[in-house]
Structures are given as C-alpha cells and as structure tokens.
Nanobody, 119 residues
Framework: QVHVVESGGGLVQPGGSLRLSCAAS????????MGWYRQAPGKQRELVAD???????RYTDSVHGRFAISRDIAMNAVYLQMNRLKPEDTAVYYC?????????????WGQGTQVTVSS
C-alpha cells in the first residue's frame, strides 16, 4: 500500500506565498507522475499541476506564471510553490501519485491540505 501525505497549507493574505509538500511511502517500484489537484467548495476537483518521471510539467491556465511544481525523485516527494496567491486559489489541495508497486499500477491520493487566501 502506498501512503501519501501532504503538508504546508494554511491561511495567507492575497499576494502572499505558500509551499506545499507531498511525500509518498511504501514499497514503491517506480513513480510515473506526481501531481497536485484542488477542490473548492461547490466545485469539482481540478488538476493544478503535475510532473512526470521524465520531468515534463503541465499547469492549469489559472496558475501559469504563479505556481511552480518540482520533485525529488530519491525522496518520492513533490512540491508546489505558490506565489501571488489569489482568493480564488482557496481550496483543499490534494497530492496524487501514479506509479507501480509489486507489479501493479497504483493511483494514490493524500488526505488534502487546506489553503485559504483571505485578508
């Protein structure tokens, strides 16, 4: 079983910054993609950014130029640096990990971390 844990959420004023961290643990053979999703009240969960094993990254349009995703392959970790935060970034942020374990593919989620942007 793959265990995914996020940290780093909190309350920040508009224009401020936060850095989210996510680490996956367990008998992981390989991780193919690590990503961040978010879900605001009353809305569907959406992809914020993800990064492949090869380093390819993609971002949702609303965070381009403000957020940056990075990863530490050795630590099975992914990070999301969020700058120039806006009230509309308020949501629960979830880490998602896709990979292989014990000859099977897995798709694991963390419990989520709350990000609130408000003055």
């Amino acid at each position: 079983q793959v265990h995914v844990v996020e940290s780093g959420g909190g309350l920040v004023q508009p224009g401020g910054s936060l850095r989210l961290s996510c680490a996956a643990s367990g008998s992981i053979f390989a991780i193919n993609v690590m990503g961040w999703y978010r879900q605001a009240p009353g809305k569907q969960r959406e992809l914020v950014a993800d990064i492949t094993r090869g380093g390819d990254m993609r971002y949702t349009d609303s965070v381009h130029g403000r957020f940056a995703i990075s990863r530490d392959i050795a630590m099975n970790a992914v990070y999301l640096q969020m700058n120039r935060l806006k009230p509309e970034d308020t949501a629960v942020y979830y880490c998602n990990v896709l990979g292989r374990q014990g000859g099977q593919e897995f798709d694991s989620w963390g419990q989520g971390t709350q990000v609130t942007v408000s003055s």
